[in-house]
């Protein structure tokens, strides 16, 4: 696939003002805060789909050590620029030995995988490399809740996630499932209720026929594009291989 025909998904910014790269870069010192579990210095950590690196770097503010796999060429260049160990390579098949990772992560990746049996590849790779104890965190776009915008604006997105889809798969590929929950804004447990009431609110009446057909009226679809971008509703799934 040309470099073209991934610029606008992951090589551009989603806001001008950077208001998507703030909420990301949070979004990662959250993720460690409120859903991963404790992980001992220099621990081995795994991410497919390294995108910008946003995670990479709390990686390295929590004295991780990082690999990252990114089929993107320009992405996996901008990687090595930051001094971040990257494979540049399509996912699945691993190319990580057996037994050899303490967590693998990804965020927005299956659900640009083809089929239930591509992900449940992905799953069974995940589970090979990890080692015993080891946990995997899967974030994905749950198309509960954003319904059409999952397709509208990205192209790219075949694989429909909810957080049920993902709890049976990885459930089905020997895993436990430690925590699963959807999040809108926030992670924090405390405000969870918050987050799923504004989810469940929110997002029907900005997706609705009548409130999308006077948006692409008054909006051009670069900046409905935008502003999609930041109204995102998402899965996590954290579940851990078997001692």
Known sequence: MPESAQSKYTLNSATKLGIKMRRKELLQSNIFRFIMPHL?????????????GLFARECLAQNLSYLGIEPSQELCEKLREAGFTIIEQPVPPIPVESESVDLLHSDQFIEHLCSYREVMEFFAETYRVLKPGGYTLVIA????????????????????????????MLADCGFKIINARCFFLWLSPQLNWVDRLLAHTVIPILISPIVQGILSTLFSEEFLFRIHKNIWDNVAVLAQKPL
């Open 40 to 52: 001992p210095e220099l621990s081995k950590v795994l991410e497919v789909g390294a995108g910008k």
């Open 141 to 168: 776009p749950n198309y509960a809740t954003v319904r059409h915008l999952f397709f509208q604006y990205e192209y790219q997105h075949s694989y429909i996630v909810t957080v049920y889809r993902l709890k049976n």
